[in-house]
């Protein structure tokens, strides 16, 4: 059986009255492409928040590759190879595209030169190789989004966190961006993918979890998530 990626074990999370996660559990395996969906305020950025350590959970454990990361704070998260995009792109707007990457890579190295070539490398799998010196600022959306990618990839992450990527692009511009985070998928990095762009979500994660109220309702591969009667109310009887 492949390894283990990331355990989350009865994870709740309240902000004052209100119940934002409660009882959540799933596992993760190596390479792995999750999905997670739910409708407006079902928990999904709290989860990330969670995994990310934005937000210590009330209750429960994340344990990832066997360690218990429960309550640590994000630097040291990131460190241990968790990453993640925003879904507000909000790059260092005066600062080269490839200066905007090499400080993820600094992480690792207080090496510049050494922090520059790891974000070239990166800046060539995501496709903005040729942007390189361009100022963040002057990127379209998508290559902003592409950008957002490689700043997370900069910290080489084994796991990374995808919130909501599709948002605001056009059809082809999604199917294009998916076929870089195949690629990068295929280097090994597992993804969570937080999206309202169905279509970007069921073509691209292997196994989908559903959230509605902070609870787990369903878990399964797109096609029978998709037709699963909870997810259909869930979707119906809430306004988008
Ligand atoms: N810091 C906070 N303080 C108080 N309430 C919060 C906080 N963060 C989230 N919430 C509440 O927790 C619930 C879950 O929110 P969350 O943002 O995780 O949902 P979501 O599934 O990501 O929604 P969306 O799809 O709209 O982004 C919501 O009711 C939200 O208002």
Redesign the pocket.
């Given at each position: 059986m492949a390894e283990r990626l990331l355990v989350v074990e009865g994870v709740s999370k309240r902000?004052?009255g209100?119940t934002?996660l409660e009882g959540v559990s799933f596992t993760m395996r190596e390479g792995e492409r999750l999905g997670l969906i739910?409708?407006?305020?079902?928990?999904?950025?709290?989860?990330f928040n969670c995994i990310t350590g934005v937000y210590r959970p009330d209750r429960g454990r994340i344990v990832f590759r066997g360690t218990d990361i429960t309550g640590w704070p994000p630097h040291r998260i990131t460190r241990i190879g968790i990453a993640r995009t925003f879904q507000i792109v909000r790059p260092l707007a005066k600062m080269t595209v490839l200066d905007n990457v090499a400080v993820g890579a600094l992480l690792h190295t207080s090496d510049v030169d050494e922090a520059r070539r790891k974000a070239l490398e990166v800046l060539e799998l995501v496709g903005l190789y040729e942007k390189r010196h361009v100022p963040a600022q002057s990127l379209t959306l998508i290559e902003k989004k592409r950008l957002e990618v490689a700043r997370a990839l900069a910290t080489e992450p084994r796991l990374l966190l995808l919130d909501e990527i599709a948002a605001g692009l056009r059809p082809a511009e999604v199917d294009r961006l998916l076929d870089m985070l195949f690629e990068v998928n295929r280097r090994g990095v597992s993804m969570i993918m937080?999206e309202?762009v169905m279509r970007a979500v069921m073509n691209f994660a292997e196994r989908i979890i559903v959230?509605q109220y902070?609870r787990k309702i369903a878990e399964g591969k797109p096609e029978e998530v998709a037709r699963d009667p909870r997810v259909i109310d869930a979707y119906l009887g809430t306004e988008e």
């Open positions: 902000f004052g209100l934002a739910g409708p407006n305020g079902a928990g999904k950025t709290t989860l937080v309202h959230l902070g």
